[in-house]
């Protein structure tokens, strides 16, 4: 099955400066990396998610990128504002595409 | 915008007891999940249903667990008999499809056993 790890678990940046977070999956099978973004004691919300027919997705200040040859997969946040404090998971589907494997979060601090 | 709800928001039992979970998914959605999340801890897969019957479970879906579709418009999660780690938000979630479709996660049932 599917083993995705994510780093790093915690992420402080100054407002305005970028964020990354990086992701490995080890089934050269999958083909769609999602990310989520988890507020404290809310649902987890799709916030962009990207296919193997492409190497870089971008939604305004959001981008993902993803290496297939070396199963690892990206969020990149820039201009970091204090609401994008929040935890963030990657994804990768294990056999069907709704049966997640999630990542171990990473929990993003933005001071201002 | 339609959206995945959950009851209770939050519910909590004795070790031992029946807990069972409530879900409406989005109505044109085909395929429905249960994940769990003990608190601080990642998101985990439990169980997916397709057209009345499981597709997959994961190893935490043991016979303590059922799911249920009792009409048009629910699905269920039963724990049969409640253990101390069973104590986790449990999130349903559904999907227009299993290829492309992205999931919806309802906001989720606290479970507390003591």
């Known amino acids: 099955g599917e083993n995705v790890e994510q780093h790093p678990s915690t992420l402080s940046v100054q407002e305005g400066d970028s964020a990354v977070i990086k992701c490995t999956y080890s089934d050269s099978a999958s083909n769609y990396f999602p990310w989520y973004k988890q507020e404290l004691g809310k649902r987890p919300q799709l916030i962009i998610d990207?296919?193997?027919?492409?190497g870089e997705k971008k939604d305004q200040r959001i981008a993902v990128t993803l290496n297939k040859t070396a199963k690892h997969f990206s969020l990149h946040i820039t201009e970091t504002q204090p609401e994008d404090s929040a935890v963030y998971f990657c994804?990768?589907?294990?056999?069907?595409?709704?049966?997640?494997?999630f990542g171990a979060g990473t929990q993003v601090v933005v001071t201002p | 915008e339609p959206e995945v709800t959950q009851t209770p928001s939050h519910q909590v039992t004795q070790m031992g007891q029946e807990v069972i979970l409530r879900c409406v998914p989005i109505?044109?959605?085909?395929?429905f999940y249960w994940y769990r999340q003990i608190l601080g801890q990642k998101v985990e897969f439990l169980v997916s249903?397709?057209?009345?019957?499981?597709?997959?479970k994961s190893e935490i879906f043991d016979d303590q667990f059922s799911v249920e579709r009792p009409d048009g418009s629910n699905f269920t999660l039963k724990i049969r008999s409640t253990k101390l780690e069973d104590s986790a938000m449990y999130f349903c979630?559904?999907?227009?499809?299993?290829?492309?479709?992205?999931?919806?996660f309802g906001e989720g049932s606290r479970l507390t056993v003591l």
């Open positions: 979630a559904s999907s227009e499809w299993d290829g492309t479709g992205e999931l919806f």
């Open positions: 109505s044109n959605h085909l395929y």
């Open positions: 249903f397709y057209n009345n019957e499981i597709s997959e």
């Open positions: 994804a990768a589907p294990t056999d069907s595409w709704g049966k997640l494997q």
């Open positions: 990207i296919r193997s027919n492409v």
